[in-house]
């Protein structure tokens, strides 16, 4: 099992930034790939980035060039730094990790953490 704990959320003016953290406990044995989703009501969760054991990372075409996905030294922390937030970045964000075995994988979420941008 694995557990993941957000931090850092809250409420900024747009163009301004913020930093998420997300520290993960438990057994990383197998861990490939560590990222943000977001999600606001009604809508799916979506990705934001993701970042593979390897330092591989990806990011939603909406955020490219804003935000930035990286992991700690001990590889059991992933942050996000957002910088010219806009109100259309609002929603809560979940930290998520990833475990691949030789016959599934499984997914892991932490509870979120809100972002609100906003004036």
């Known amino acids: 099992q694995v557990q993941l704990v957000e931090s850092g959320g809250g409420l900024v003016q747009p163009e301004g930034s913020l930093r998420l953290s997300c520290a993960a406990s438990g057994s990383m044995f197998s861990i490939y790939a560590m990222g943000w989703y977001r999600q606001v009501p009604g809508k799916q969760r979506e990705l934001v980035a993701t970042i593979t054991s390897g330092g591989r990372t990806n990011y939603a075409d909406s955020v490219k060039g804003r935000f930035t996905i990286s992991r700690g030294n001990a590889k059991n922390t992933v942050y996000l730094q957002m910088n010219s937030l806009k109100a259309e970045d609002t929603a809560v964000y979940y930290c998520?990790?990833?475990?691949?075995?030789?016959?599934?994988?499984?997914?892991?979420w932490g509870p979120g953490t809100q972002v609100t941008v906003s004036s």
């Open positions: 998520n990790a990833v475990r691949a075995t030789m016959t599934a994988t499984y997914d892991y």
